[in-house]
């Protein structure tokens, strides 16, 4: 039995803690906040209650096997899911309202011919046809297993070029041949067409931290994912998924320390040895498991870096391509009308402005080969005046004091703090009003019924993950000569693992519970563990 310290409390370092700890190892979690969970938190106020994390669960079979590995009780017996039908509903600055159903490969063609115009639903189902041939060639490798010593071979982009004229490997763009990476914006307008139809596949990278402008054409596997396997919600929010994996680790005798903030990360004999916590204890281990942004280790490390020549870095800074959001809670008087479709996506009027506003002119790296700190080469810029804002509407009665009242999540993706100033309460607040303004479009009378809201800004989510900028972490995708995977599970210190969204497999709750896998994988079957069969 080995004693493991867990640094973090997070998604992806719980979902490693209960798995070793059924593997009969010591696991002990050292969290710095006073909560679990990590990003995926809880905002209550008068009855009302919020997610702060991710709204929606995609591919919830990750978690189904965490709870048949680690219990007898499963997923389901554990928290409430429902899948989200309509899974989305689409609002654009033209006036074109689109509901698209719940994992319905005929049912999304159907509603974007009748809303797009015949031809629509056959281009956009012939995209998915092919992310479904990127997903099947990457699912492994990517997902399944930890990263490979000769990881540069996910560095080519699996999106299989469309079999008509003039296609060879290469896209034009702005009327000449270019070489080079083929990002996801060039599919989507070579083979969508209609500007809607772009907006609504460059929406899903959006959704998820990502540029468009430099996501490989692999990212088409995002909107292929959700259209698949469905949308789902948790009663109670996300935040009822987290409980029930802290319950799980605690049920396997997983030892929780919170308001423990771990300062360094103790060697001996070459290896990691244990972890040094704020209040000078040293809490020595056979194995650390970190759960937080690997940025951070060096620091932890004396200022050595846990890397191997040749590794990837951990990236997606602060100006080298991330994103952070900003997300408005708002307590309404009135009922919600029975008919309310559960999520909603306003669509910016001017996408090239906001991906400016947010990546910056260029659009940033968006890997993890890039340096430079908080709005580095970038300088300060504006928020969007009219970004795309998701509207989550729950029928959730946990979220609301009564029938009488409604509980919304407004979001938009954003720029981190650095290059926006989101410290600035003044700034934050004309901001928060924007996002207000944009889902009058998809609930009118909005700011009648407005009894309070709250907002929360990347600042908050810094201060609450410690993640630079408070930026978000997209998922890793192959293509774009690797520079949007992330960190290795293990380092090239022996006994020190990393979990999380900021390791591999990337941002996200699906992914962050697969690199929990991974660490505890790679710790109980050794360095040659390739993934469950």
Partial sequence: MARIAVIGAGMGAMAAAARLAVAGHQVA?????????????????????????????????????????????????????????????????DGTDVPLPNASRAGVVRALDDAFGA??????????????????????????????????????????APARRGVSGWFRRGGGATRGPVTLADVARRELKDPRAVALLESHALAHSLDPRTAPAGAAVLPYLEQTFGTWYARGGMRALADAVYERCRARKVRFSFGAEVVGIVEKDGRAAGVELADGSVAEADVVVAGIDPALLPALLGGAEPWHDGDVRPGGRPGDGAAGRLTVFLALRG??????????????????????????????????????????????????????????????????????????????????????????????????????????????????????????????????TGAAGGAVPGPALAGAEGRFLRPANATRLPGLYLAGGWAHPGGGLAHAGMSGTMVAGLIVGGADWRGSQ
């Fill in 29 to 93: 979690v050292y969290e710095r906040g006073q909560t679990h969970g990590g990003g995926v938190g809880r905002f209550e106020r008068d009855g009302f209650a919020f997610g702060t994390g991710p709204g929606l669960l995609h591919l919830p079979a990750v978690y189904r096997d965490l709870f048949v590995k680690t219990g007898k009780e499963t997923l389901e017996q554990c928290v409430e899911l429902a899948q989200v039908d309509p899974a989305s509903r689409h609002v654009f600055a």
């Fill in 119 to 160: 031809g629509a639903g056959e281009r956009w189902s012939d995209l998915v046809n092919r992310a479904r041939e990127a997903w099947d060639a990457t699912r492994r490798p990517l997902l399944e297993e930890p990263l490979r010593a000769d990881w540069q071979a996910l560095g080519r982009d699996p999106y299989p």
């Fill in 335 to 464: 009922a919600r009308p029975q008919d309310t479709v559960h999520r909603t996506v306003v669509h910016a009027p001017d996408r090239d402005a906001e991906l400016a506003a947010i990546f910056g002119e260029a659009g940033g790296s968006g890997g993890v080969g890039g340096s430079g700190g908080v709005g580095a080469g970038l300088g300060t810029r504006a928020p969007c005046p009219r970004p795309t804002v998701t509207v989550l509407r729950p029928d959730d009665p946990t979220t609301r004091p009564d029938e009488d009242h409604e509980a919304i999540t407004l979001t938009a993706t954003v720029a981190p703090h650095g290059p926006v100033d989101w410290i600035d309460g003044t700034a934050a607040e004309e901001d928060a009003d924007r996002l207000v303004a944009v889902a009058e479009a998809a609930i009118p009378g909005l700011r009648d019924r407005l009894l309070w809201r709250e907002v929360r800004t990347p600042a908050d989510t810094a201060a609450d």
